[in-house]
């Protein structure tokens, strides 16, 4: 198919209708449209349809000549066609305003879909003449209706989207048990200490008769080993997208930073002790026994626990510095009221340190609901930092070179000493309030 006299054909149509447009000079009654409005129109219509008169010969010409249309003159006549429909719409609709029948919403053909769906165009196709030509009537051009991306004639996809500088990260847990702890370095990878493990005092008054027998005493020593342990993770990058995007850098290493105190938090607080977990201090503590046998032994609140608790400590001459427990336990203590509905020692009007006991309450996500901790943080438990949290990059891992992908891994390295187990005491609320 000739597509050169097709759009000859189709601007010649064009620019032998082009004539000047009919002006009514009905009212208006929305007080838009008026006569000197389509009377510029008009003139400016006037304008455009001569334009198109003028590339219509220009396209015959070049035909004649050249047999082809340049894209100079194409290009020329896709605009001067453009412009004509623009303006052929705007007349059409400022006349349905003047006459009280405004019809703007209804859809509007484009371009393409009027040449398309015309039936001469379709005949022609359908006969397969390789020359020849064919003149079809353009009416109007499509009409901008909608700023949505999947409307017909939408400028969607001309709208650009507003970009939030950073990155919108999820909430990121407060860390507390290693601010409670004493802290520590080492060069090596373990930590070895003497403890003493029992102790019989025998001492006694004695009488001063000469060459009486004084009593004896027992002391035993264990040599400990607490292993240091290693934690990381790596996640995997393109090399292009880190180097044109500095930020995003920045954001993995300090997600990946997070992670890995993430998992110290748990470590510290309730690691195993098997294979390369720590041996953590919720597990080594002692389990509470209430020492006492209080007045109101019969309603006792959550309260009451945590104080016997620390008097547990106290007794084993471990006095208690810190109080752990789970957010959910602390808000239940902070609701205690009275009998007559007044909040028993928080105050919902202004914020204060949690507190119990004249001790620190820390409140953390590791510990389990229902669960408590307190003790001698400081004195019965030691952090010995290997490597500090880390994080580095390569191009080396595995096949990335090739792939110009980027390891992005963070680790640390520490151990952790619980010198005096039952420095600690630990118990569930549930259990201790039931008995």
């Not at 702890?181 to 990878?189: A, E, K, W, Y």
């Not at 980027?406 to 680790?411: D, G, K, S």
Request: net charge negative.
């Amino acid at each position: 198919m000739n597509t050169n006299r097709i759009l000859a054909g189709g601007i010649a149509r064009l620019a032998s209708s082009a004539i000047g447009p009919r002006i009514c000079f009905a009212p208006s009654d929305d007080g838009g449209a008026n006569e000197t409005d389509l009377t510029s129109l008009a003139a400016d219509l006037k304008k455009a349809a001569d334009q198109v008169k003028e590339q219509a010969e220009k396209t015959n010409t070049e035909l004649k000549n050249l047999g082809k249309i340049t894209e100079e003159t194409k290009k020329s006549a896709d605009e001067a066609l453009i412009k004509h429909g623009d303006l052929s719409a705007r007349m059409t609709e400022l006349e349905q305003k003047m006459v009280g029948g405004n019809h703007s919403n209804e859809k509007r053909k484009s371009f393409g879909e009027m040449v398309t769906e015309n039936d001469d165009i379709k005949a022609f196709i359908a006969s397969k003449k390789s020359k020849g030509s064919i003149s079809i009537s353009v009416a109007q051009k499509a009409i901008i209706t909608s700023l949505t991306t999947d409307a017909d004639g939408s400028a969607g996809d001309l709208i650009v989207p507003q970009r939030q500088a950073g990155i919108i990260a999820p909430p990121e847990r407060r860390m507390t048990i290693r601010d409670l702890l004493t802290p520590g370095n080492t060069s090596s990878n373990a930590i070895q200490y003497v403890k003493e493990t029992g102790f019989t005092n025998s001492a006694a008054t004695v009488s001063e008769t000469s060459g009486a027998a004084k009593p004896q005493s027992e002391i035993k020593f264990d040599l400990v080993t607490t292993a240091v342990t290693t934690i990381a993770h790596w996640v995997l990058a393109h090399k292009s997208i880190l180097d044109d995007v500095p930020q995003l850098r920045s954001y993995l290493d300090g997600r990946l930073r997070y992670g890995l105190r993430y998992v110290e938090e748990n470590q510290l607080l309730n690691g195993g002790g098997a294979g390369t977990d720590l041996n953590g201090i919720y597990t080594q503590a002692s389990a509470y026994v209430a020492p006492i046998v209080p007045t109101a032994a019969g309603n006792l609140t959550k309260i009451d626990v945590i104080r016997l608790a620390i008097l547990q400590a106290f007794l084993a001459e471990y006095p208690a510095n810190g109080i752990v427990m789970h957010p959910s336990d602390w808000a239940d203590i902070e609701l205690t009221k009275t009998d007559e509905g007044a909040y028993l020692f928080a105050n919902p009007q202004g914020g204060s340190e949690p507190r119990l006991w004249r001790l620190p309450v820390v409140e953390t996500q590791a510990m389990t609901v229902d669960k408590f901790l307190t003790g001698a943080f400081q004195l019965g438990a030691q952090i010995f930092d290997r490597e500090e949290a880390n994080v580095e990059l390569s191009t080396e891992d595995s096949d990335n070179f090739r792939k110009n992908l980027v390891t992005v891994r963070a680790e640390e390295r520490l151990a952790l000493a619980v010198y005096r187990p039952e420095s600690f005491v630990k118990g569930d609320f549930s259990d201790a309030l039931a008995l």
